[in-house]
């Protein structure tokens, strides 16, 4: 089950999980912080097995249930388990977004692919490093 973990953003589990979604440079890791502190729209959710942090998921719902996925981590320990795509699975059912919106590296897309995102590319938005739109329109039966 998700929990809201915002407040403790600057705890050493916390932070570490955060670290990892972001690329590793200091003042983007510390911009990010800061952001989750003092944005209230920016939400900060995780996942606990017995007690221990597994991996957080760090996102926005804009007016219209569009969600925004902004930064997702699983604990090394944990990845390929299916703690990611359960962490993206919940959110769907807690928050349940109209879609939801990610963008990501080369290295991550496929696992947005499998879960059933649409992905497009980006092109190089960096020097050598191709980024992608990643996108999934919820499935509301019922008018809902």
């Given at each position: 089950m998700l929990i809201d973990i915002k407040a403790r953003i600057r705890e050493e589990d916390v932070a570490e999980l955060l670290e990892a979604a972001i690329f590793p440079d200091p003042q983007r890791i510390e911009q990010a912080v800061l952001t989750?502190?003092?944005?209230?729209?920016?939400?900060?959710?995780?996942?606990?097995?017995?007690?221990?942090?597994?991996?957080?998921?760090?996102?926005?719902?804009?007016?219209?249930?569009?969600?925004?996925?902004?930064?997702?981590?699983?604990?090394?320990?944990?990845?390929?388990?299916?703690?990611?795509?359960?962490?993206?699975?919940?959110?769907?059912?807690?928050?349940?977004?109209?879609e939801i919106i990610v963008e990501t590296d080369e290295e991550t897309v496929d696992f947005y692919r499998n879960i059933g995102f649409t992905i497009s590319s980006l092109g190089e938005t960096y020097p050598g490093a191709e980024r992608f739109r990643c996108h999934y329109l919820a499935d509301l039966e019922d008018g809902e």
């Open positions: 989750y502190e003092n944005d209230a729209a920016r939400q900060l959710y995780g996942y606990e097995d017995q007690g221990d942090l597994i991996g957080m998921v760090g996102f926005s719902v804009d007016g219209g249930s569009s969600l925004t996925i902004h930064h997702l981590a699983v604990h090394p320990e944990c990845r390929g388990a299916g703690y990611g795509r359960g962490l993206v699975l919940e959110l769907i059912e807690l928050k349940k977004p109209r």
